[in-house]
T-cell receptor, first 114, second 114 residues
Framework: KNQVEQSPQSLIILEGKNCTLQ??????????LRWYKQDTGRGPVSLTI?????NTKSNGRYTATLDADTKQSSLHITASQLSDSASYIC?????????????FGSGTRLSIRP | DGGITQSPKYLFRKEGQNVTLSCEQN?????MYWYRQDPGQGLRLIYY???????QKGDIAEGYSVSREKKESFPLTVTSAQKNPTAFYLC?????????????FGSGTQLSVL
């Protein structure tokens, strides 16, 4: 069964600190993995996309990693800011041209405290 | 200002009532999607459409209906057959339908039952 598991479910850190969010998946055959940021009461916004051959990709203070062998990804946030408070959703797509092959994790709720 | 617009932001449904959620995009995207988001769960696909006058059922289509009469519009009707409609509904679009495509989301509609 195609699944995407994220941990932790929620996380609270102080402003300026770093944090790492985890994503494990069992989606097969693998096509790509995206991280989305979702502010409360808003729609998700794409942060990064990782394909099979990519290990690391950065987008400003966000760095995503992918280990296709262990089927794990992480999202590292550096020097956190209050605006980073949001849910971060890991989304894995299977190699089939069908919208039903896009699997969403349940997200990690990140809170940044001043 | 390009984007995807959902309305209303909040909607209340009475017992036995059908309600329609609006989704409009001016991104000239071919594909549009409806997702349902429940607390602690990943987004689940309700319906999607690749082109005008065509749409496909997603994983949880029962109790919902859609139409795609115009490229820009993809309204979702929550019928009285949907017994647990309370959720956050997200509309999305992509340039084409495919698992490599980035999804652009609207700001969502929170539907509650009176």
């Amino acid at each position: 069964k195609n699944q995407v598991e994220q941990s932790p479910q929620s996380l609270i850190i102080l402003e300026g600190k770093n944090c790492t969010l985890q994503c494990n998946y069992t989606v097969s055959p693998f096509s790509n993995l995206r991280w989305y940021k979702q502010d409360t009461g808003r729609g998700p916004v794409s942060l990064t996309i990782m394909t099979f051959s990519e290990n690391t990709k950065s987008n400003g203070r966000y760095t995503a990693t992918l280990d296709a062998d262990t089927k794990q990804s992480s999202l590292h946030i550096t020097a956190s800011q209050l605006s980073d408070s949001a849910s971060y959703i890991c989304v894995v797509s299977a190699s089939k041209s069908s919208a039903s092959k896009i699997i969403f994790g349940s997200g990690t709720r990140l809170s940044i405290r001043p | 200002d390009g984007g995807i617009t959902q309305s209303p932001k909040y909607l209340f449904r009475k017992e036995g009532q059908n309600v329609t959620l609006s989704c409009e995009q001016n991104l000239n995207h071919d594909a549009m999607y409806w997702y349902r988001q429940d607390p602690g769960q990943g987004l689940r696909l309700i319906y999607y459409s690749q082109i005008v006058n065509d749409f496909q059922k997603g994983d949880i289509a029962e109790g919902y209906s859609v139409s795609r009469e115009k490229k820009e519009s993809f309204p979702l009707t929550v019928t009285s057959a949907q017994k647990n409609p309370t959720a956050f509904y997200l509309c999305a679009s992509s340039l084409q339908q495919g698992t490599n495509e980035k999804l652009f989301f609207g700001s969502g509609t929170q539907l509650s039952v009176l």
